[in-house]
């Protein structure tokens, strides 16, 4: 009876890792950007956690990464309906060298009555009080599903 419940035990377990792994969310980018003006071999992307967010998932966990010799980097992240920050949900600003702490945007429970494509964007600039302008990169479309 002992060897029998080691073996029940151990079959659960095997089984429970094997469904909380499969079920985790793949993180989505949307490709390396070059920007230049921060340096010649400077590249940067928009990282999320995932492309589609069901009705029980209201945040999007979003971070800037950057490749090559860009030096800090100051932004404006947002989460919006356009691929050019139209209809914001959420914002958040900051600065990087290499990679930000995970930024979690907020969905907003208003006015999503029907699936709609999102975009994690950034605005990229060189100072501190967002003057000397980098760029606008996109991320990957998201698939925000109603509330």
């Known amino acids: 009876m002992k060897r029998f419940t080691k073996f029940a035990l151990a079959l659960i377990l095997s089984v429970g890792f094997f469904a909380v792994h ?12 070059k920007v230049t003006d921060a340096g010649a071999d400077c590249k940067v992307r928009v990282i999320t956690d995932r492309t589609d967010y069901p009705s029980s998932i209201r945040t999007v966990n979003a971070q800037l990464e ?7 980097i100051y932004y404006q992240m947002s ?6 920050a139209s209809e914001q949900d959420d914002a958040t600003s900051g600065y990087f060298s290499s990679i930000t702490p995970v930024k979690p945007l907020k969905i907003s429970p208003y006015g999503h009555t029907k699936t709609e ?7 990229l600039f060189k100072n501190s009080n967002y003057t000397y302008s980098l760029g606008h990169i996109p991320g ?6 109603p509330n």
């Open 22 to 33: 499969n079920n985790q969310a793949k993180a989505a980018d949307g490709g390396w950007y």
């Open 66 to 72: 950057s490749s090559g010799s860009c030096g800090t």
């Open 140 to 145: 990957a479309a998201l698939t925000i599903q």
């Open 79 to 84: 989460l919006s309906r356009g691929i050019y």
């Open 117 to 123: 494509t999102f975009y994690v964007t950034a605005l």
